[in-house]
């Protein structure tokens, strides 16, 4: 997952992108699954950040927990920014979202890259994090037999 961090921030400069990185803790940026956001309070106060920073275009690493969230955030996407202007409400003290403001951004773009230890996703011969996962596996296995055999 880290190499799928890397590589799309590098390619978000390269492209002249802004890149926000969204930290919460599992990656080399501190990313995991978010208790927040699984309630629509959490998904709303996630949509006000978005618009407050100006983000249309989001890339979720995971999953099927990540997915399923992001996909959930898409099919809300529209009602959350009607939410946020008919309360017209103060979230945290940051301001408030207008009606040019959702308008602005009424369009919410998400790209998912599968990671997954499990390789459990079909339409793919290996998820994120499933060669890494092989790899330590063997490295221990090996680890364990030459201890075994020199007993």
């Given at each position: 997952m880290n190499?799928?961090?890397?590589a799309v921030t590098r390619m978000g400069i390269y492209v002249g992108a802004k890149v926000y990185l969204i930290h919460e803790g599992g990656t080399v940026i501190g990313s995991a699954r978010c208790k927040d956001f699984q309630t629509?309070?959490?998904r709303i106060a996630a949509a006000f950040n978005l618009v407050k920073k100006g983000i249309t275009n989001l890339c979720v690493c995971g999953g099927d927990g990540s997915l399923t969230g992001a996909n959930i955030f898409r099919s809300e996407w529209s009602g959350l920014l009607?939410?946020?202007?008919?309360?017209?409400?103060?979230?945290s003290g940051n301001g408030r979202i207008?009606?040019?403001d959702a308008k602005q951004y009424n369009k919410l773009n998400i790209v998912g890259l599968v990671g997954s230890i499990d390789n459990d996703f079909c339409g793919t011969d290996?998820?994120?994090?499933?060669?890494?996962?092989?790899?330590?596996?063997?490295?221990?296995v090996d680890a364990i037999m030459t201890t075994a055999n020199r007993s």
């Open positions: 190499a799928a961090v890397r629509r309070e959490g009607d939410e946020l202007v008919q309360k017209g409400q103060l979230l207008r009606d040019t290996m998820t994120i994090g499933a060669d890494s996962a092989l790899h330590r596996i063997m490295e221990i």
